[in-house]
């Protein structure tokens, strides 16, 4: 493998808002830590799940709602399910099919300003919102944005999403029927790895540890790191866009940490078939590898409009997240001990993607303790 000459098609693209302008003050290049704490409220899923059962869960399958509650996509039973903020079922919508209120392909789940939950349908091309009764709000066809991997909803009619092309991944922002660029981000062409097991004629490899596009919004606020750095460019609606840094430096990628990321190798499922492991080795044989380890691994903004940037971590490393604000940059880092944080609820409790002994999926809720 290759961890030399990774090269990227672009870079960050200058924003709709105006040209970005890096902060006056750098954050340190040791860790502050932050006397945070994380308090277990409760978990479903798992084995034993009494609330719901979750075959598949992804981070984009989950979101908090209006009232402190959780909804998520059930992707056994094609439904919306909301939770109350103390972990109980409160209501199931939707149903498989292709008709007004029905899931084909649910891509992904998101909170609407309004108080409304927004499912992106893939199979349907359209964006189906459903009311705190779990009915029927609104649909809306949008069959030209492509494959979405992310989206945020800002109002009825404007929306911010992220979609992968083969040489690049891009985040756009759609008023009405018009969409612009806010960000992107090339790459290279995946590699091809021919006869690599599991019932696969061939599959595509991407580089090891290059940067990725990543981003959140929340109340007119936009963030974005696309290049991997220890660094968070903060969009303000109608204001002009600035870049936290701190002065940390990104870890040197070896063979060994790849072959630390894979593990004993990617598990995918073959025509409903039953799940098996692709070969590390072979992979490891093709594929690309940026120079350096990326930064982060995930963006979110808090009630609080805080940003946690979530660390990228190898699975047998420790979890933690650098705290950023919009008026004084880095402020620390969380230990965030066994939790993942995927998202939060609007009363600022973290949503966690888990999973049990049995590796079945597991959404935990914490609450998070400040001191006073």
């Known amino acids: 493998m290759n961890?030399?000459?990774l090269a990227l098609t672009a870079?960050?693209?200058?924003?709709?808002?105006?040209?970005?302008?890096?902060?006056?003050?750098?954050?340190?290049?040791?860790d502050r830590p932050l006397a945070y704490a994380l308090k277990r409220l409760f978990a479903i899923g798992g084995t034993n799940g009494s609330v719901?059962?979750?075959?598949?869960?992804?981070?984009?399958?989950?979101?908090?709602?209006?009232?402190?509650?959780?909804?998520?996509i059930d992707r056994l039973e094609f439904q919306v399910?909301?939770?109350s903020p103390g972990g109980v079922l409160e209501r199931r919508a939707g149903?498989?099919?292709?008709?007004?209120?029905?899931?084909?392909?649910?891509g992904l789940i998101a909170s609407d300003p309004g108080g409304l939950v927004a499912v992106w349908d893939l199979g349907r091309r359209t964006l189906l919102r459903f009311d705190a009764?779990?009915?029927?709000?609104?649909?809306?066809?949008?069959?030209?944005i492509g494959l979405v991997q992310e989206m945020r909803i800002l109002g009825?009619?404007?929306?911010?999403?992220?979609?992968?092309?083969?040489?690049s991944l891009l985040l756009f922002r759609r008023r009405g029927n018009a969409t612009t660029v806010v960000a992107a981000i090339g790459r290279s062409l995946p590699r091809t790895l021919e006869n690599p097991g599991c019932g696969l004629t061939d599959l595509p490899v991407r580089a090891i540890f290059a940067p990725s596009l990543l981003w959140d919004h929340r109340a007119g606020l936009t963030v974005v790191n696309t290049d991997g750095s220890f660094a968070i460019s903060f969009h303000p609606d109608g204001d002009s866009a600035w870049v936290a840094r701190r002065a940390a430096v990104r870890r040197r990628s070896t063979s060994a940490l790849a072959r630390a990321s894979l593990g004993t190798g990617p598990t995918v499922s073959v025509s409903g078939g039953l799940p098996c492991?692709?070969?590390t080795d072979r992979i490891l044989a093709v594929a690309e590898g940026a120079p350096t380890l990326p930064a982060y691994a995930r963006l979110l903004i808090a009630p609080d409009s805080s940003v946690w940037a979530i660390r990228y971590h190898l699975p047998s490393e420790p979890r933690s997240a650098d705290v950023y604000t919009s008026s004084k940059g880095y402020l620390g880092t969380v230990t965030l001990g066994p939790a993942n944080p995927v998202g939060f609820r609007t009363d600022g409790a973290v949503i966690s993607l888990e999973a049990d002994a049995d590796e079945v999926p597991l959404i935990v809720v914490y609450q998070v303790l400040k001191p006073s």
């Open 95 to 106: 149903r498989r099919g292709q008709g007004p209120g029905e899931l084909s392909f649910p």
């Open 3 to 5: 961890f030399l000459g």
């Open 52 to 72: 719901v059962e979750l075959g598949t869960l992804h981070p984009q399958d989950i979101t908090g709602a209006a009232g402190a509650r959780l909804v998520l």
């Open 11 to 30: 870079a960050l693209v200058t924003e709709v808002q105006g040209s970005v302008q890096d902060s006056a003050s750098i954050g340190p290049a040791a």
């Open 156 to 167: 009825p009619d404007e929306l911010i999403f992220s979609r992968g092309r083969q040489d």
């Open 277 to 279: 492991s692709l070969p």
């Open 133 to 144: 009764n779990g009915a029927l709000a609104r649909e809306t066809l949008l069959s030209d």
């Open 81 to 83: 399910v909301v939770v």
